[in-house]
Structure formats: structure tokens, C-alpha cells
Nanobody, 119 residues
């Protein structure tokens, strides 16, 4: 059974940082592109970052320079380090597995973790 379980969301002050984690099971992490998306209230789901097995990373313009995606195959984990957060970064953040260069075509989704940026 494929599972992607995000954690690490919460309330953070503007300018703060968060590290999101995604624990994966039921598929071979090395074979997939892994990505993070987010969805703010009233908005469409937006791609943020992707990590490909060869080590290549891709970032959307919206958060480029403020986020870093990484993966640990031994621990079956994917991470998203987010810095200099702003209120407009408030959203549900989703981990995803799929294929393709850049924004991947998603095969599997996690359930999401809420990130709220507020003072």
C-alpha cells in the first residue's frame, strides 16, 4: 500500500522557518521524482519544488531561493526546508511522487500538512 505522510507543519511567525517531512512507503523512492505542492484557501494547488533521482532539483518561481528540497533514500524520507516565510505562504503543503522533468506528473499524493504564517 502506497503511503506518503507529511509532518512538520504548524504555526510560524513571519520571517521564520519550517522543515516539512514526508515519510514514504509502498514504493521504491529511488524510482520516482518527488515533489512538494501547496494549496492556499480559494486557490489552485501549486507546484513548489521537485527532486529527481539523479540529484537534479527544480523550483517554481514562487518560492525559489527560500526553499530546498532533499531526499533520504535510506530513511524513505523527503524534506522541504522553508525559510523567510511570509503570510502568503499559508497553505496546505502536499508531498507527491511521480514522473517527469520539473513539475512531475503525479502518481501518488500525501494527505497534506497545514502551514500557517502569522504573528
Amino acid at each position: 500500500q502506497v503511503q506518503l505522510m507529511e509532518s512538520g507543519g504548524g504555526l510560524v511567525q513571519p520571517g521564520g522557518s519550517l522543515r516539512l517531512s514526508c515519510a514514504v512507503s509502498g514504493f521504491t523512492l529511488e524510482y520516482y521524482a518527488m515533489a512538494w505542492f501547496r494549496q492556499a484557501p480559494g486557490s489552485e494547488r501549486e507546484w513548489i519544488a521537485a527532486s529527481h533521482n539523479g540529484g537534479t532539483e527544480y523550483y517554481a518561481k514562487s518560492m525559489k531561493g527560500r526553499v530546498t528540497i532533499s531526499r533520504d533514500h535510506a530513511k524513505h524520507m523527503v524534506f522541504l526546508q522553508m525559510n523567510t516565510l511570509a503570510p502568503e505562504d499559508t497553505a496546505v503543503y502536499y508531498c507527491a511522487a511521480g514522473w517527469g522533468i520539473g513539475e512531475p506528473r503525479v502518481a501518488y499524493w500525501g494527505q497534506g500538512t497545514q502551514v500557517t504564517v502569522s504573528s
